[in-house]
């Protein structure tokens, strides 16, 4: 089993939806977690990045982190065209040597016109 | 954040042969990392390339495949030697700046490494 499972899509859904993109993981010890984006043949960028439990918004982007469940969640409101992109979910702890990030797979998202 | 030239963009080679890949980035950074990201598969860390030092490796990579130079705080090298056509991949190099603050975590553009 992965240490971060995402489910790799592609996820297609037209212009102006909402799109939910999600990780679930199994270290209990991860305390940060992040969402990337990764354009075709561009290096991933960071888009958000949580601590613990909790949501934050930046514009029209939902960071979501249930550390309950052991899940965390993107949401993408009126979406556009620019985007798609791949999506890479993200987590540490922080406190292991070299502060290593886990990533998930990555979901393909296409929004259409 | 920092700005990170990675070079080549991308490369064919024959098996057999070994390629390097330079990192580059604008300011001095802390931390520099050598990820391999696989066709439709998820980052995976190759190393840290420590200044100075050797470089510190994952489970699964080695330094005799890997060999990592980092002379100083704005530069490290990935070499893929006697390649095979299983190690065409994606090389992205990665740098982190002091306090390990996620918005230190910045990513090159990626090698497009072809094996035939």
């Known amino acids: 089993q992965k240490e971060v499972e995402q489910d790799p899509g592609p996820l297609s859904v037209p212009e102006g939806a909402i799109v939910s993109l999600n990780c679930t993981y199994s270290?209990?010890?991860?305390?940060?977690f992040m969402w990337y984006r990764q354009y075709s043949r561009k290096g991933p960028e960071l888009l958000m990045y949580?601590?613990?439990?909790g949501n934050k918004e930046d514009g029209r982007f939902t960071a979501q982190v249930d550390k309950s469940s052991k899940y965390i969640s993107l949401f993408i409101r009126d979406s556009q065209p620019s985007d798609s992109a791949t999506y890479l979910c993200?987590?540490?702890?922080?406190?292991?040597?070299?502060?290593?990030?886990?990533f998930g797979g990555g979901t393909r998202l296409m929004v259409k016109p | 954040s920092a700005v990170i030239s990675q070079k080549p963009s991308r490369d064919i080679c024959q098996r057999g042969t070994s390629l390097t890949i330079q990192c580059q980035v604008d300011?001095?950074?802390?931390?520099m990392f050598w990820y391999r990201q696989q066709p439709g598969q998820s980052l995976t860390l190759i190393a840290t390339?420590?200044?100075?030092?050797?470089?510190?490796?994952e489970s699964g990579f080695v330094i005799d495949k890997f060999p990592i130079s980092r002379p100083n705080l704005t530069f490290s090298t990935l070499t893929v030697s006697n390649m095979s056509p299983e190690d065409s991949s994606i090389y992205l190099c990665?740098?982190?700046?002091?306090?390990?603050?996620?918005?230190?975590?910045?990513f090159g553009s990626g090698t497009r490494l072809t094996v035939v």
């Open positions: 300011s001095q950074v802390t931390m």
């Open positions: 270290n209990s010890a991860f305390q940060y």
């Open positions: 990665s740098v982190g700046t002091e306090g390990a603050s996620v918005y230190g975590y910045t």
């Open positions: 390339a420590n200044q100075g030092s050797e470089a510190t490796y």
């Open positions: 993200a987590m540490s702890d922080f406190n292991n040597a070299g502060n290593m990030l886990t």
């Open positions: 949580t601590y613990s439990s």
